[in-house]
């Protein structure tokens, strides 16, 4: 009986732990889509060592000339 009991408290765990790690990765994703939807980016703008600069909204609105290396 305590191994069957074991077994099922064991498995929830790895349950609990499985879908806490897919919400933390589908979250993560979201506020990603929502940053970028806000004009915000997660490089903080600096394009001056960036190889995606025109990518950039910020060089684009201040009118930056592109960088090539």
């Known amino acids: 009986m305590n191994g069957l009991l074991l077994s099922a408290v064991g498995t929830a765990v790895t349950a609990a732990v499985g879908v806490l790690a897919v919400g933390i ?33 910020s060089a684009r609105e201040k009118g930056a000339p592109k960088e090539n290396k």
């Open 25 to 57: 990765v589908v979250f993560a994703i979201v506020w990603h889509f929502v940053q970028k939807k806000r004009g915000k980016t997660g490089c903080g703008c600096d394009c001056s060592h960036c190889g995606g600069c025109c990518s950039c909204p």
